[in-house]
């Protein structure tokens, strides 16, 4: 059971770095104006063709102490207005910028005096920075298309400087900074991230540097960037082992009162539930994804970070045993959303949703007001069937040889009890839809994607399965000669959800052949079902996969009842 640190102020929290997170992404680096004019460069310009009224001031680090002037009363069009309440300036400027302590006829203009040093942190500056060649930057790369070696990298590669820059200088609502260090103690985790050391920074796998150790970073292998778009990765299949692998290992032994994930927009929904399943953990885990970069004007993304850390310092979520009774959550613009039901569904502020018809969004989170309104009843972490505790070390796969089926034993974990990256299994999604067959006939060997998946996985996914997002909302396939092909794919001892497509409220059921996915969307039937492959194994696959005797079809159900039961609470 974890225990929460009652004597300490602040909460520990671990952060997670995944893949393509528009919440690490920042604008291009573009040089500044007063750059370009210093070295007779071409402005940037408005649509008129006039020089842009400002640069964009980029937070960057002073390489030495400096002494600037604040004007008196410049932070507020109305603070003049309240001026008998303010104390008397630091002393007045005259109009070459010389500084006396007291005004005279000339030094009439009042300033405050500020020395800036390089340990204050980060200050928004114009971007002086130029290309080798001397010409200016105008997006990621040299060119619109440039390779990786030419091109820079928008995404940070950790949560580091996300955190740091939204402590520096984001302002919570009592005019204050610092609205994350002030509550919590972050710690950084490198686990699938956006951005890489490709040249060889000394770091480890986990982040940490100093160590002594040189890793050339690979995009596509060890980080997953979509920016630029010519030279976008997403991570493979095997990865979700490594996340899993890597977030209960950080979090198993009690050291954090909960975690933060971040990660793409379009893809946290789907890794949040498979944390939801997998994580033989006690403390909450909280998704994070902006749909604006990082920096960008009106961002969500440092927002959504701090309603995390107040979710996780407010303890709402605690049970009478001190455990996690929320599960999972996405924290999105002050919405905590339950990891099963949280779909996105737009591209902008707000563009979560929960799915299912049935709830989803169980409590708000923002500083002083986090609290859960419901507790979600799927099961989830330390009491998942599917978590990594629970799973077996190995499951029975198929493979065909001489034309017949058989079973095969797959390790699914290593002898430390980590999930196996090549034991994920391979679930395809098949979309049906009406007015599909050809004539009036049924005929399953059109179904070419089907059978061409059943092929390849028979001979090199011993692990593998479908989901049928049918017809809305039963899930039932539209076309007989889909259906044909499915119940030939279950017989050959593959298992199969039906989902009905959309915003479906439950009503796919179990039926003769097929587990039924209730109210979940295909995407997240998927990750169910893979993590079920990985507990029962696959079906027994029938001598004649086109005509199984009743014997192998109650074998076939009985084998299918460990799946449903899944599927009814998870």
């Keep these: 059971m974890h225990e929460v640190r009652r004597g300490t102020r602040k909460v520990r929290i671990a952060h997670l770095a ?23 460069l071409p402005l940037l310009t408005d649509v008129d063709g006039n020089p842009s009224r400002y640069d964009s001031l980029r937070p960057q680090k002073l390489a030495s102490p400096v002494s600037v002037y604040v004007e008196q009363f410049s932070a507020h069009p109305l603070e003049a207005d309240a001026a008998h309440l303010y104390a008397p300036p630091d002393g007045y400027l005259d109009n070459q910028g010389n500084f006396s302590d007291t005004e005279t006829a000339t030094a009439n203009r009042p300033v405050f005096r500020v020395e800036l040093r390089p340990e204050d942190g980060y200050y928004p500056l114009p971007y002086m920075a130029r290309q080798r060649d001397g010409s200016a930057w105008e997006t990621d790369g040299v060119s619109s298309f440039a390779s990786r070696e030419m091109s820079r990298q928008p995404f940070m590669p950790d949560g580091s400087r996300t955190f740091d820059e939204v402590d520096r200088l984001g ?12 509550i919590a103690d972050v710690e950084f985790f490198r686990v699938a991230p956006s951005g890489g050391y490709t040249n060889g920074l000394p770091v480890d796998k986990s982040g940490n540097q100093g160590n002594g150790a040189v890793a050339f970073e690979v995009s596509g292998t060890d980080f997953f960037p979509y920016r630029p778009p ?83 310092s ?43 018809g049935h709830g989803g969004i169980i409590g708000t989170a923002s500083e002083g007001r986090s609290r859960l309104c419901f507790v979600p009843t799927a099961r989830h972490t330390y009491h998942s069937e599917l978590n990594i505790g629970r799973l077996p070390e190995a499951v029975r796969g198929l493979m065909q040889s001489d034309r017949r089926i058989q079973h095969v034993e797959i390790p699914t974990k290593t002898p430390s009890g ?18 599909s067959e050809d004539d009036y006939g049924i005929h399953p060997e059109n179904e070419v994607a089907i059978i061409a998946i059943l092929r390849k996985c028979l001979m090199s996914h011993p692990l593998a399965g ?51 996915g209730s109210n979940l969307t295909a ?18 696959p029938a001598n004649d996969p086109e005509n199984p005797s009743e014997a192998e079809r109650r074998a076939t159900e009985q084998h299918l009842d460990h799946y449903r039961k899944i599927f009814d609470t998870h």
């Design 230 to 312: 010519h030279l976008s990765k997403s991570p493979p299949r095997a990865t979700l082992a490594g996340i899993a692998n890597a977030a209960q290992k950080i979090l198993r032994d009690g050291h954090y009162d909960g975690a933060i994930w971040t990660q793409g927009s379009p893809r946290i929904e789907e890794t949040i539930y498979w944390l939801n399943l997998v994580l033989d953990v006690t403390v909450p885990i909280c998704g994070n994804a902006s749909q604006r970069y990082h920096g960008e004007t009106s961002n969500d993304g440092p927002r959504n970070l701090i309603d995390s850390v107040h979710y996780i």
């Design 18 to 40: 995944g893949p393509n997170a528009t919440i690490h992404n920042t604008p291009p680096l573009v040089t500044s104006n007063k750059a370009r004019a210093l070295y007779a």
């Design 466 to 516: 479908f989901v049928l997002e049918g017809l809305s909302p039963y899930g039932k396939p539209a076309s007989a000669s889909k259906l044909a092909a499915l119940e030939r794919a279950v017989y050959c001892g593959f298992p199969v959800v039906c989902v009905g497509r959309g915003n479906t409220e439950g009503f796919a059921r179990h039926s003769r052949g097929f587990i039924g």
């Design 418 to 435: 980590e999930l196996r990256d090549d034991a994920i299994p391979s679930v395809s999604i098949i979309k049906d839809y009406s007015y």
């Design 523 to 540: 995407t997240k039937a998927r990750m169910l079902l893979m993590l079920c492959i990985m507990r029962f194994g696959m079906l027994p």
């Design 171 to 182: 302002v919570d609502p009592r005019g204050r900074a610092s609205a994350i260090h002030d």
């Design 314 to 356: 407010s303890r709402c979520w605690i049970d009478s045993e001190g455990r996690n009774r929320g599960g999972a959550v996405l924290v999105q613009d002050q919405r905590v959303f339950a990891a099963r039901e949280v779909v996105k569904v737009d591209a902008r502020p707000g563009g979560f949703a929960a799915s299912g």
